[in-house]
């Protein structure tokens, strides 16, 4: 694929949507969602020893596992799990184990999501990817028309007696767009939860069941992994506590491999040790060292993973056309999470272009920074610069509630042996500024 040769080339190549090795790529998928920019991340060392990656790991996991396997995906938001889990189900070991189903939740489906929603998508999705291959008389049919009977009919969702896969598929759609748009109807599904999500596992247990039979019969793999994207995508600490904690256990009952994303937020408690062994993390890469006295990102900045970023803007865009101090700053203020590197580079672009400069150079750079930095502060009250400075200057959270601000962006995970904590470093000069202004500041 040809690089980028204009501003405007540029600003939709460093679009920062996750890449597609799925082949063919879906119909509509953007030119950003190329897998031939895909750049590998940088590997993890001590000393000369290189450590497996967290990718690395889940994919001996899984080829080593049991149909029981059930493993997560955490990582700040934006370092490239999507991305990743993409490359993994194509790998040729996984391919040749395993017929592998992507399910991924619309944007608008975050927002509401709760454990019997998981269940119920993901007996969907398994529904219409292997329909052609289920067995009109078995189990699974039975329980779908008790399903009907039991949830369907009652939320004014109809679907016949004896239900074939055509009148299932709408079920399915239809339940989906009543579940986004209708609070009663999450009521009434959640009610279903609370009492019958036995019925959906049983559901869900049948579907398995009688697909890998059919599976078993063709040439090709023969048993399931399913990944499960877009659960980081759960904000709300309340439906995280739900998801990951109150029900926990529904996402752990489907008999098959499964490859959850989990929110960075998200810690499985002491009584859960079982699950925390089973939880890998992407890290954002890192380029900031520890710098508690200083606000200034370029006293902590590392310049060893350059290399990478610069081969992820060459991958992409003509090397004419964005000066390497511009990726540099791009690097630095994202704290080495590539979804801001991305979008930082694109607003420069965009303010060299309304400059009318044939290029993207430090100074654009830096006045596009100074606009991000003030759309950020517009959202920050003292509360939260309580927060961010107390992790800034100990690298440290104050109490697990902080650890919602991972969520949010505003402070980044990083490494260097043990995990540590620090602001986002596009809020360093708020901080330093806030604390000008802050009376009670010692």
Same mark, same amino acid.
């Given at each position: 694929?040809?690089?980028?040769?204009?501003?405007?080339?540029? %600003?939709?190549?460093?679009?920062?949507?996750? !890449?597609?090795?799925?082949?063919?790529?879906?119909?509509?998928?953007?030119?950003?969602?190329?897998?031939?920019?895909?750049?590998?991340?940088?590997? %993890?060392?001590?000393?000369?020893?290189?450590?497996? $990656?967290?990718? #690395?790991?889940?994919? @001996?996991?899984?080829?080593?596992?049991?149909?029981?396997?059930?493993?997560?995906?955490?990582?700040?938001?934006?370092? $490239?799990?999507?991305?990743?889990?993409?490359?993994?189900?194509?790998?040729?070991?996984?391919?040749?184990?395993?017929?592998?189903?992507?399910?991924?939740?619309?944007?608008?489906?975050?927002?509401?999501?709760?454990?019997?929603? =998981?269940?119920?998508?993901?007996?969907?999705?398994?529904? *219409?990817?292997?329909?052609? /291959? !289920?067995?009109?008389?078995? %189990?699974?049919?039975?329980?779908?028309?008790? !399903?009907?009977?039991?949830?369907?009919?009652?939320?004014?969702?109809?679907?016949? #007696? $004896?239900?074939?896969?055509?009148?299932?598929?709408?079920?399915?759609?239809?339940?989906?767009? *009543?579940?986004?748009?209708?609070?009663?109807?999450?009521?009434?599904?959640?009610?279903?939860?609370?009492?019958?999500?036995? !019925?959906?596992?049983?559901?869900?247990?049948?579907? =398995?069941?009688?697909?890998?039979?059919?599976?078993?019969?063709?040439?090709?793999?023969?048993?399931?992994?399913?990944?499960?994207?877009?659960?980081?995508?759960?904000?709300?600490?309340?439906? @995280?506590?739900?998801?990951?904690?109150?029900?926990?256990?529904?996402?752990?009952?489907?008999?098959?491999?499964?490859?959850?994303?989990?929110?960075?937020?998200?810690?499985? $408690?002491?009584?859960?040790?079982?699950?925390?062994? &089973? =939880?890998?993390?992407?890290?954002?890469?890192?380029?900031?060292?520890?710098?508690?006295?200083?606000? %200034?990102?370029?006293?902590?900045?590392? *310049?060893?993973?350059?290399?990478?970023? &610069?081969?992820?803007?060459?991958?992409?865009?003509?090397?004419?056309?964005?000066?390497?101090?511009?990726?540099?700053?791009?690097?630095?203020?994202?704290?080495?999470?590539?979804?801001?590197?991305?979008?930082?580079?694109?607003?420069?672009?965009?303010?060299?272009?309304?400059?009318?400069?044939?290029?993207?150079?430090?100074?654009?750079?830096?006045?596009?920074?100074?606009?991000?930095?003030?759309?950020?502060? =517009?959202?920050?009250?003292?509360?939260?610069?309580?927060?961010?400075?107390?992790?800034?200057?100990? &690298?440290?959270?104050?109490?697990? *509630?902080?650890?919602?601000?991972?969520?949010?962006? /505003?402070?980044? #995970?990083?490494?260097?042996?043990?995990?540590?904590?620090?602001?986002?470093?596009?809020?360093?000069?708020?901080? #330093?500024?806030? @604390?000008?202004?802050?009376?009670?500041?010692?």
């Amino acid at each position: 694929m040809p690089r980028a040769t204009t501003l405007e080339e540029a %600003r939709k190549v460093l679009d920062p949507r996750p !890449l597609d090795f799925r082949e063919p790529n879906p119909q509509g998928a953007k030119e950003a969602s190329d897998p031939k920019f895909y750049t590998e991340l940088p590997a %993890r060392r001590e000393g000369n020893f290189k450590l497996p $990656g967290p990718l #690395e790991r889940l994919r @001996q996991r899984l080829l080593s596992g049991t149909r029981d396997t059930k493993l997560f995906l955490s990582g700040h938001v934006g370092s $490239g799990k999507s991305t990743e889990l993409s490359r993994l189900a194509v790998h040729p070991q996984i391919q040749e184990q395993f017929s592998v189903l992507m399910l991924r939740f619309e944007e608008q489906e975050w927002a509401t999501l709760d454990s019997s929603q =998981v269940l119920f998508r993901l007996a969907g999705a398994l529904f *219409e990817s292997h329909k052609d /291959r !289920l067995s009109k008389q078995k %189990r699974w049919k039975e329980i779908a028309e008790d !399903l009907n009977q039991r949830i369907f009919q009652p939320m004014g969702i109809q679907a016949k #007696e $004896g239900a074939g896969s055509v009148e299932f598929d709408l079920v399915v759609v239809k339940l989906k767009q *009543e579940l986004k748009l209708s609070e009663k109807a999450r009521r009434q599904f959640r009610a279903f939860g609370e009492t019958q999500q036995s !019925l959906l596992q049983d559901f869900l247990a049948a579907l =398995v069941d009688d697909i890998e039979n059919a599976l078993s019969a063709d040439e090709g793999p023969n048993e399931l992994l399913v990944v499960v994207d877009d659960l980081d995508k759960v904000r709300g600490a309340e439906a @995280q506590k739900e998801i990951f904690d109150t029900n926990l256990n529904a996402l752990l009952a489907p008999p098959l491999r499964v490859v959850y994303t989990v929110p960075t937020g998200v810690r499985f $408690g002491e009584s859960r040790a079982d699950i925390r062994h &089973n =939880v890998e993390h992407l890290f954002p890469v890192r380029v900031l060292g520890k710098a508690p006295g200083s606000f %200034r990102p370029e006293d902590a900045f590392l *310049e060893e993973r350059m290399d990478f970023f &610069n081969d992820l803007v060459e991958h992409r865009v003509d090397p004419n056309l964005i000066q390497k101090g511009a990726v540099r700053l791009a690097a630095m203020y994202s704290g080495g999470v590539l979804r801001d590197f991305f979008r930082m580079l694109r607003e420069g672009a965009q303010m060299a272009a309304y400059n009318d400069q044939p290029m993207l150079d430090t100074i654009a750079m830096t006045y596009a920074l100074n606009d991000a930095r003030l759309k950020e502060s =517009v959202g920050l009250y003292g509360p939260d610069y309580e927060a961010l400075a107390h992790a800034h200057r100990t &690298n440290e959270l104050r109490s697990a *509630e902080d650890r919602r601000y991972l969520d949010l962006s /505003r402070i980044i #995970e990083s490494h260097n042996g043990s995990a540590w904590f620090d602001a986002h470093p596009l809020l360093w000069k708020l901080l #330093e500024e806030h @604390q000008k202004t802050d009376v009670h500041h010692p």
